[in-house]
């Protein structure tokens, strides 16, 4: 029986590069001379350090062009609260992975509500979806391609025939 699954995963070595690329830019920039600006990745957690909430907005959106230039979905980026004190200013972006149970069972309502000829279950932080014909697995892919209510990107994977 056909069936792929629905994950949410974001490639580390991508995201590495991204920030790496971020970093450079930064440290190249004029408006970013002698202000100690940086980002930081480790265990899904991007930090940016700078002066002013000011620089702070635009080391995001220089991130935010390197993670789209590496095909990085930036929907799965949670920008945390900006810290910001006397001449310092710090902030957390959280990446979010992986389909928790709430949003899992958001895409089971969905392909069942579709009416097509598919089950969906919910296998730890994966979606598996099977059919007996590929075609409903494709038009279900194709539906929650469509689909712009989806609060986290997703990606298909483990199609098997």
Do not use: W
């Not at 899904?44 to 002066?51: D, F, H, K, P, R």
């Amino acid at each position: 029986m056909p069936s792929f699954d629905i994950v949410s995963e974001v490639d580390h070595h991508e995201l590495q590069n991204a920030v790496d690329q971020a970093n450079k830019e930064v440290l190249s920039r004029f408006d970013f001379k002698g202000t100690n600006s940086s980002f930081s990745h480790k265990d899904g957690v991007i930090n940016l350090a700078t002066e002013t909430d000011f620089q702070l907005d635009q080391m995001y959106d220089i991130l935010l062009a390197k993670l789209t230039k590496r095909n990085i979905d930036v929907g799965c980026l949670e920008r945390g609260k900006a810290d910001c004190q006397l001449k310092s200013a710090k902030q957390q972006i959280t990446v979010k992975q992986g389909i928790d149970s709430g949003f899992a069972k958001k895409l089971v309502k969905l392909i069942k509500d579709s009416k097509l000829k598919v089950q969906a279950s919910i296998q730890g932080d994966t979606v598996r979806v099977s059919g007996k014909k590929r075609d409903d697995l494709q038009s279900a892919m194709a539906l929650l391609r469509g689909q712009e209510s989806l609060d986290m990107p997703v990606q298909f994977n483990n199609f098997r025939d």
